[in-house]
Structure formats: C-alpha cells, structure tokens
C-alpha cells in the first residue's frame, strides 16, 4: 500500500488532518502550532489515493542548519517505509546544510541509518504551576528593538541563524529580557506563548544558571500559577529539581541528534537553557 503513496509538498490545506495525525498519537500539538512550523519552513506530505494525509515531515530552515521535525507515518502503515521515504525527501529539502532533530525512542535507530549522531538528552517538563517565585527586578518585558540582538545571542548561542523565529515570536510571544543592574547590557532573553494544552517557556538564552532562573521565574509569574506550561531542557543544564519543585514534573524528553557538521556555538558564557520547541531547538 505505501508504493502507492505519493509525497508531495505540505500545503495549508494539509494542515487539518496533519493535525489529526497528532492528536491520534496524542502529541500536544494544536492546529496553530502546525501552522506555525508551516509559516517557518516547508513540509513533506505523504498522500493516499484516497488523498488523505498518511505521512507528514517538516524541515525549518535556519541558515547554514536546519531542523527536520513533526515526522509522523498513520499507525496503519507504520514499518513499510514511509517513514524513511519522508526522511530522504526532507533531508533533499535541506540541502547542504547541517540538520538537527530531537528523536523519539521509536525513530532513532532510523535516523542513526541517516547518518544522524546523538549529541544530548532532552528533558520535557510539564505541569500546573506552583508558587512562582517573584520575579527578579532586573528582568523586564522585552521592547521592540531588542529582537536583534537576542537573534545575535541565539546564533551565538546555538550556532544556528533563527532570526526568521524570533522575529515570529516578537509577534506572536512574550518576551523577556535580562539586564544588568549595572551598565543595563542585555544578559540574556526569554519567551513564553501558548502551546498543546497551556503555554510553553522557551526559547531561554542566559549565561548562568542564576540568569535562566530569574528568567524563567519572570515568565512563570506572567503564566500564573495553577497553569498549565511546559518547559523542555537540555538535560546537561541541571534546571531539572528547580523545575520539578516548581511543579513542573519530569515527563519525558527526547535525544537530541545531529548531521553534518554545522556552525558552531561561539566561545562564551551563553547558553540555551530551554528549547523554543523540540522541533525548532
């Protein structure tokens, strides 16, 4: 049956039952999340004769890197080789450039065949939130020209141009900023937005731990506690008992994995301390 699947391009006409496809797996993902990946990359859809959506696989352009997400195969044709075939169409899509993806238990041993490398663990927290700390006085809702330079610290950050992002953010997120008490130097940068079944907090860009702290700390009192949010981290962070006491619960993750070789994150104290999304870093 999948010989006579066809691939082709993901249109906003997908975007119904892509969605489904999520839901089925019970993946947190609303229809406008889809729509947001879909406005900042391209996808591969896999199509029955039937015309209805089997297969879907997302690639999001960020200069010399790109990230490949939202790789779903319908369960009824699972272990035929769609999944594959989905993977080699958006690998095509990407070019030359290096490619980042978080696997599930599931995909990796495919993506390991692709030539993809684990690099780290992710860790998703999630849950109601818990008596949020007060906010650090040095953290403050961000202002309009201050996306350019939290896109400088992002690429420094990650080795990876996701202008395009923040500049979507800037319009559809909350931004926070860190500054100095001192000289009033931008430390680092925050976002809270809705997602799957509350809010999600991320992208965090700091130096320190302390730094990533009060940031976080800012966007929980904005969510409020009692709601619901998610924050995804790399593992290697240690953010993982503040989070939990702030009640959000270790719920899973992912492995985070690479090919290719991309820019590097530039020397310095900047790092991410919480994923945008597992699909866009």
């Given at each position: 049956m999948s010989d006579a699947i066809v691939l082709s391009r993901l249109e906003a006409t997908h975007l119904d039952q892509a969605y489904g496809l999520t839901q089925a797996l019970g993946w947190p993902h609303r229809r406008e999340?889809?729509?947001?990946?879909?406005?900042?990359?391209?996808?591969?859809?896999?199509?029955?004769?039937d015309g209805r959506v089997a297969g879907t696989a997302m690639v999001t352009p960020f200069g010399e890197t790109a990230t490949i997400s939202l790789v779903i195969v319908d369960a009824a044709l699972r272990g035929r080789g769609l999944g594959r075939r989905l993977m080699r169409e958006a690998l095509a899509l990407c070019g030359q450039r290096a490619v980042r993806l978080v696997a599930t238990r599931d995909g990796l041993p495919l993506y390991e065949t692709l030539g993809f490398r684990v690099t780290h663990?992710?860790?998703?927290?999630?849950?109601?939130?818990?008596?949020?700390?007060?906010?650090?006085?040095?953290?403050?809702?961000?202002?309009?020209?201050?996306?350019?330079?939290?896109?400088?610290?992002?690429?420094?950050?990650?080795?990876?141009?996701r202008a395009t992002l923040l500049?979507?953010?800037?319009?559809?997120?909350?931004?926070?900023?860190?500054?100095?008490?001192a000289d009033?130097?931008?430390?680092?940068?925050?976002?809270?937005?809705?997602?799957?079944?509350?809010?999600?907090?991320?992208?965090?860009?700091?130096?320190?731990?302390?730094?990533?702290?009060?940031?976080?700390?800012?966007?929980?009192?904005?969510a409020g506690t009692g709601q619901y949010l998610r924050v995804d981290v790399p593992a290697a962070t240690g953010l993982a008992p503040w989070l939990d006491a702030h009640g959000l619960a270790h719920a899973g993750?992912?492995?985070?994995?690479?090919?290719?070789?991309?820019?590097?994150?530039?020397?310095?104290?900047?790092?991410?301390?919480?994923?945008?999304?597992?699909?866009?870093?």
């Amino acid at each position: 049956m999948s010989d006579a699947i066809v691939l082709s391009r993901l249109e906003a006409t997908h975007l119904d039952q892509a969605y489904g496809l999520t839901q089925a797996l019970g993946w947190p993902h609303r229809r406008e999340d889809w729509a947001m990946a879909l406005s900042l990359g391209q996808g591969i859809v896999a199509l029955g004769e039937d015309g209805r959506v089997a297969g879907t696989a997302m690639v999001t352009p960020f200069g010399e890197t790109a990230t490949i997400s939202l790789v779903i195969v319908d369960a009824a044709l699972r272990g035929r080789g769609l999944g594959r075939r989905l993977m080699r169409e958006a690998l095509a899509l990407c070019g030359q450039r290096a490619v980042r993806l978080v696997a599930t238990r599931d995909g990796l041993p495919l993506y390991e065949t692709l030539g993809f490398r684990v690099t780290h663990e992710i860790r998703q927290h999630q849950g109601a939130l818990m008596l949020p700390e007060a906010p650090d006085a040095a953290v403050a809702w961000a202002q309009p020209g201050d996306v350019g330079t939290f896109a400088a610290m992002d690429a420094t950050a990650l080795g990876m141009d996701r202008a395009t992002l923040l500049e979507w953010l800037a319009g559809h997120a909350r931004l926070a900023v860190l500054r100095s008490p001192a000289d009033g130097q931008v430390l680092g940068y925050g976002a809270l937005r809705a997602f799957g079944r509350g809010q999600v907090a991320g992208p965090v860009i700091a130096g320190t731990v302390a730094e990533a702290q009060a940031i976080l700390s800012f966007l929980f009192a904005a969510a409020g506690t009692g709601q619901y949010l998610r924050v995804d981290v790399p593992a290697a962070t240690g953010l993982a008992p503040w989070l939990d006491a702030h009640g959000l619960a270790h719920a899973g993750g992912g492995t985070a994995m690479m090919r290719g070789e991309g820019a590097p994150a530039a020397a310095g104290p900047l790092r991410v301390f919480a994923l945008a999304s597992q699909a866009l870093g």
